[in-house]
């Protein structure tokens, strides 16, 4: 495997556009990350594109890559569709990386794109529930007493994780409103962020609650947006002709892989056997990292992850958060972009948003939000649900460096 | 790059099976791919999963792959859900066979699978019509004069481009019929197909018109099914077991792109640049191949890709068909499975079928259907449309071998 390097990223801002499609955000996305990255549409030797559930939120099925990349004149290269729920776009970027690291492309595209507001909020939540083994959900649904209800299924599966999560560790109801304050916090220096406001832990108490423990602050939003990444090989990147004077981010390691086989109670749960990979891989533990974007779908999910990414014991997860560690200014901020609480979610295109986000941070030009000296940073990008585990899960770890 | 052996495949047979699911299409298909390389389901790195319409027919998207993997026990390692219309099970197979020759993988698991067949017809079509940018879609329709119509809005296009191939090359409505009668003659051999009966030239001309020159029996019919391989490196190869006596497949090339640029007439088609790498990549011609299956959405895609393919000038395409030549017992034969026409077309299945039936005849292990002492075989398989070319194409050339 040869070093693979981030040599561009772009995306739009996040939120409810009713008036634009795949091709509007896509295109966008893409034309700011070949910008940013000093390359040509036309250099561009394979495309990657995440998207979720384009076919059943606007149609588009099938084609969904050479539909937004032909309108850029982008096509007579290989496209590939993929698919894995919300960790679409990650996917699409591990797929990228392999390519350049084997040798297959010097440059490759990466995007994530999502359309998932709709006139009709339950078609976006219908479209959002497809997650899981269908087959198998009325029986979730019932377990979980969630039939019938307004809401995103995933709500009832998060609140069931949380009620869990409070009942083995003492961790409160409070303590998620904490994350959901942190999370406003980090987006209202975010110009690109769904949500810029800032809010106090009792006023995300105070919001509706969508199932307990989870308040309507504590889940992240419908919402659209695209996202995009340009890798490059070593060589590929003297080409572009990049200023000297700017850092470069280096792919340090790449892991995706699927939830434990439910035939297999000893396996560990993906993003541990993700990120323990993705730690090895780089050579670095999580005590060497200096930002993480991580994949709160719900306010609790972030904690939950402190302890399966190894940063902390069981014990210690609420002193990390209470105590300032994961706010920016602290010793690992976590979702300084907002996270998908509040610089939104629209599926497809997270995994890579959470790039985009870490390589400003390492480039140095994260604005307001920007961690001092930040030199490694994390991603992790979980995708639908299957049995105890998510379906997908993926961790990246990238390096500053330069070339 | 290294190379990658098919140490195994399976197929469901192809058909209208309203009773099952894409679960049920794919374990079969699995298994039997499995225990046909003499390998086991918890030996399998990563899965390569193609699905072209199971969110818009069954309601399963985003993990597609995870669902059906999961009920074999099969997750925990990497799955990547690839779509590409029509091309999706060559898109899966590209990639799996990407990650054995670039020694990411020693074995992979390549899939397609789909459930098209649906108690209201018009959701079966409504899904295939996705294949298309559908923003351009009423324009086109409105080009065709299909507006309306009760049929996949792909035979509006195939008609089309039949109209504009008889007055380009003089071929008739006879020689479509011919094509049709020669896949039925195959088909009739093959135990999987979904219709086994011969029919005649004047049959195929009697039968009702869907929009001329096409008449039902020139069109793919909608079905069901799965199919499945399993790539490996030599070193795993030879672990395997395999009996000494048993030939086995190389994969000689794998080429994917997609359609031309609309901004630039002067790009070939996306067949004719896949064909071509293909070709050069394998080190062999035309006239080197004993057997190919192609992409016969209709009965005159057949013909036009005879040129594409480089099998004959535009010419001597009528003659090819008329003289015998790609019949079973002639010099190349072609679809000797019954092709889509009559082995059927479940679409996020058919690349890897073609597979399977290529694989099937370089081992000598085609039955009935046998063509006699093949040794090099082609598959191309198409997918989508998008302004005047296929979305996506597929060709991959296999070498017989003994390890």
Redesign the interface.
């Known amino acids: 495997m040869r070093d693979v390097f981030v040599a561009g990223v772009g995306m739009t801002s996040f939120g409810k556009f009713l008036d634009r ?1 795949l ?1 509007s955000l896509g295109r966008e996305a893409i034309s700011e990350a070949v910008d940013d990255a000093g390359a040509t549409l036309d250099g561009i030797e394979a495309a990657y594109v995440g998207n ?2 384009g ?2 939120v ?7 890559g ?2 937004v ?2 309108s850029l ?13 919300c960790a ?1 776009a990650s ?1 699409a970027f ?2 990228a990386w ?2 350049v690291a ?3 492309h010097d440059i490759a595209l990466a995007v994530g794109v999502e359309k998932l507001t709709h006139d009709d909020k339950s078609v976006s939540f219908d ?1 959002i529930g ?6 198998a959900k009325a029986e979730m649904a019932a377990a979980l007493g969630s039939e019938g209800e307004d809401r995103s299924f995933f709500m009832d599966i998060y609140a069931g994780m949380s009620r869990s999560l409070m009942e083995r560790t003492g961790l409160t109801q409070g303590d998620f409103a904490q994350v959901v304050a942190k999370s406003h916090d980090h987006a209202a220096l975010n110009p690109k962020a769904q949500y810029r406001n800032t809010v106090s832990p009792q006023e995300v108490l105070d919001s509706r609650e969508i199932v307990w423990p989870l308040t309507l602050l504590m889940c992240s939003p419908i919402g659209d947006g695209g996202a995009a990444a340009i890798l490059v090989s070593e060589d590929l990147l003297k080409r572009l002709g990049r200023d000297q004077d700017r850092h470069v981010v280096k792919v340090l390691a790449s892991e ?9 109670a000893n ?1 560990k749960k ?1 993003v541990v ?1 993700a990120s323990e990979a993705a730690y090895e891989t780089a050579g670095v533990g999580p005590d060497d990292l200096d930002c993480i974007e991580l994949h709160d779908a719900t306010a609790p999910a972030e904690l939950i992850l402190y302890e399966e990414l190894g940063l902390a014991k069981p014990e210690d997860v609420g002193g990390l958060l209470r105590d300032g560690s994961t706010h920016l200014g602290g010793k690992l901020p976590v979702n300084t972009s907002g996270g998908l609480l509040c610089k939104g979610h629209p599926i497809g295109a997270t995994g890579i948003a959470q790039v985009v986000e870490i390589v400003e941070q390492l480039e140095g030009r994260a604005g307001d939000r920007q961690v001092e000296d930040a030199e490694i940073g994390l991603t992790e990008n979980g ?2 649900w ?2 105890d585990d998510s ?2 899960a993926a961790v990246h770890i990238f390096g500053r460096t330069n070339v």
Not at 73 to 79: A, E
């Open positions: 499609g091709k979720a559930v076919g059943l606007t149609g588009q099925e099938m084609i969904r050479q539909v990349l032909s004149g982008l096509t007579g290269i290989p496209i590939f569709n993929v698919e894995n729920a679409s996917t591990h797929l392999q390519a084997t040798g297959v479209a497809t997650a899981v083994d269908l087959e995706l892989t699927s939830g434990r086989s439910p035939h297999d396996m993906s056997r995708g639908g299957l049995g379906a997908a």
